[in-house]
């Protein structure tokens, strides 16, 4: 358990839904992000929140929202997917302060999503 | 050039032996450096994280950076089947909190 809880675990969702992913983190941590992992790609950064401000939006698609209403939680709304958008979606969060290396991501299980 | 490179493996040592996985980067401005041990269907959980040039031990692991050389390293000792994974090398990008990740070497410890 590393401080950092995702669900659902796993979804399964048609094209013209809208669904939401959730995170939680218990670990007093200020930066929260989202990655998509897909088979043989390395994970893809989405999202970067610091201090509940989005920092980063890494050319994603608007059918993928972020939504960030404390340091604590982060959602992830998805609406209108396309099929090649089934993957592993992660969670992360680290602790940063200015002037200091760069903190350690701990990650979520991650949410499963297939997209028909 | 990717930015963060690693041998997609399989890499297969026997049990007890040192396993060696590699990875280069390209943004010379990049501070920070971490391995992640991912296995099969779960979340990347963090091995090692470096900063500095050298060498840094913790346990089995030992991560190795040269940042004049843009690489960094990371052996395990004593390899054992449970070290069988995926393992991904991340660098931060840019001096933030942003990492950029590769794609991963497949680490198989054989009996």
């Known amino acids: 358990e590393t401080g950092v809880t995702q669900t659902p675990r796993h979804l399964v969702m048609g094209m013209t839904n809208k669904k939401s992913l959730k995170c939680e983190q218990h670990?007093?941590?200020?930066?929260m992000y989202w990655y998509k992992q897909s088979a043989k790609k390395p994970l893809e950064l989405m999202f970067v929140?610091?201090?509940?401000?989005?920092?980063e939006n890494n050319s994603v698609p608007s059918r993928f929202s972020p939504e960030c209403p404390n340091s604590s939680h982060l959602f992830l709304h998805l609406h209108t997917l396309q099929p090649e958008d089934s993957a592993l979606y992660l969670c992360?969060?680290?602790?940063?302060?200015?002037?200091?290396?760069?903190?350690?991501?701990?990650f979520g299980a991650g949410t499963r999503l297939s997209v028909l | 050039q990717k930015e963060v490179e690693q041998n997609s493996g399989p890499l297969s040592v026997p049990e007890g032996a040192i396993a060696s996985l590699n990875c280069t980067y390209s943004?010379?401005?990049?501070?920070?450096f971490f391995w992640y041990r991912q296995y099969s269907g779960k979340s990347p959980e963090l091995i090692m994280s470096?900063?500095?040039?050298g060498d840094k031990e913790d346990g089995r692991f030992t991560a190795q950076l040269n940042k004049a050389s843009q690489y960094v390293s990371l052996l395990i000792r004593d390899s054992q089947p449970s070290d069988s994974a995926t393992y991904l090398c991340?660098?931060?990008?840019?001096?933030?909190?942003?990492?950029?990740f590769g794609t991963g070497t497949q680490l198989k410890v054989e009996l």
């Open positions: 992360a969060s680290s602790l940063e302060a200015s002037g200091r290396a760069v903190g350690i991501q701990y």
């Open positions: 670990l007093g941590h200020n930066a």
């Open positions: 929140y610091n201090f509940k401000e989005q920092t």
């Open positions: 943004d010379r401005g990049s501070q920070s």
């Open positions: 470096i900063y500095s040039n």
């Open positions: 991340a660098v931060n990008r840019g001096g933030g909190n942003k990492l950029t």
